[in-house]
T-cell receptor, first 115, second 113 residues
Framework: DSGVTQTPKHLITATGQRVTLRCSPR?????VYWYQQSLDQGLQFLIQ???????AKGNILERFSAQQFPDLHSELNLSSLELGDSALYFC??????????????FGQGTRLTVV | KNQVEQSPQSLIILEGKNCTLQ??????????LRWYKQDTGRGPVSLTI?????NTKSNGRYTATLDADTKQSSLHITASQLSDSASYIC????????????FGSGTRLSIRP
């Protein structure tokens, strides 16, 4: 158990809909990262937050947004969903601002299926 | 363009044998490189982290090497076990503030009894 909690574990929704994925980082970790992993694809970095502020942005679509709350949990909002958005969405946390300098611990992921 | 390429794409070996996975990168400026193990349907777990000045780092039966001059890294697994069956992902961080994180597509390793 990495200490990073993601909910829900599975989500099935229809095209055009909007969903929210939630991530609770490890206790004390200030950085939260979101990743997308499509079937048989590598992990794609979406966005990083550090202590409530956006720190780095990757290949995140405009239809997607994220935020980190004062209690450090984070939410990833996916809107106008398309079939191609079906993927595993991982959250990772790290104690550091520059998370790559330390270890990032991953949650178990949310499997999103868009039908 | 920042890229991380891993080889082979997949590998099957017999239990007890050794194997080496490769990671080549064209990321600049380099910050650090990590190897992750990802079991099917689960989150990646960090194996090693290497900075520019480190050549070798071990974690049990896993040994990672880094050649910053040739921009190559390898992950050597010794005396493989069935539980080593997983995807192994190379991740390189770049940028002055390490703000860019580039993932390789992984090597899928299968250990056969």
């Amino acid at each position: 158990d990495s200490g990073v909690t993601q909910t829900p574990k599975h989500l099935i929704t229809a095209t055009g809909q909007r969903v929210t994925l939630r991530c609770s980082p490890r206790s004390g970790d200030l950085s939260v990262y979101w990743y997308q992993q499509s079937l048989d694809q590598g992990l794609q970095f979406l966005i990083q937050y550090y202590n409530g502020e956006e720190r780095a942005k990757g290949n995140i679509l405009e239809r997607f947004s994220a935020q980190q709350f004062p209690d450090l949990h984070s939410e990833l909002n996916l809107s106008s969903l398309e079939l191609g958005d079906s993927a595993l969405y991982f959250c990772a946390s790290s104690p550091r601002r520059q998370g790559s300098l330390g270890e990032a611990f991953f949650g178990q992921g949310t499997r999103l299926t868009v039908v | 363009k920042n890229q991380v390429e891993q080889s082979p794409q997949s590998l099957i070996i017999l239990e007890g044998k050794n194997c080496t996975l490769q990671c080549n990168y064209t990321v600049s400026p380099f910050s650090n490189l990590r190897w992750y193990k990802q079991d099917t349907g689960r989150g990646p777990v960090s194996l090693t982290i290497m900075t520019f000045s480190e050549n070798t780092k071990s974690n049990g039966r896993y040994t990672a090497t880094l050649d910053a001059d040739t921009k190559q890294s390898s992950l050597h697994i010794t005396a493989s076990q069935l539980s080593d069956s997983a995807s192994y992902i190379c991740v390189v961080s770049a940028g002055s503030s390490a703000s860019k994180i580039i993932f390789g597509s992984g090597t899928r390793l299968s250990i056969r009894p």
